[in-house]
């Protein structure tokens, strides 16, 4: 086989090329695979966080209802606030 500039390739050259393009394909998709992994994982701890502040707000608006509501809280509302 010849090259570009005409030179003859010899056996071990082309095994060389074959290995190297093989390499950087596999480098290149590792690379790919590293970077949906590292946006799932954090896509997957801002929606922990985002269900865990609205967990918080709904917390505090029941206990800021039932302060206001009644003169007893409910039971019910006062078991779910103390879990």
Partial sequence: MTDDNGE???????????????????????????????????????????FATEVFEIREASRRAAEDGADEPMAAVEQQLED
Avoid: F, H, N, Y
């Fill in 8 to 50: 003859r390739l010899s056996g071990a050259e082309i095994g060389k090329d074959a290995i190297q393009s093989t390499i950087e394909a596999a480098a290149s998709t590792a690379g790919e695979v590293a970077t949906i992994l590292t946006r799932a994982v954090r896509d997957v701890a801002t929606a922990i966080g985002d």
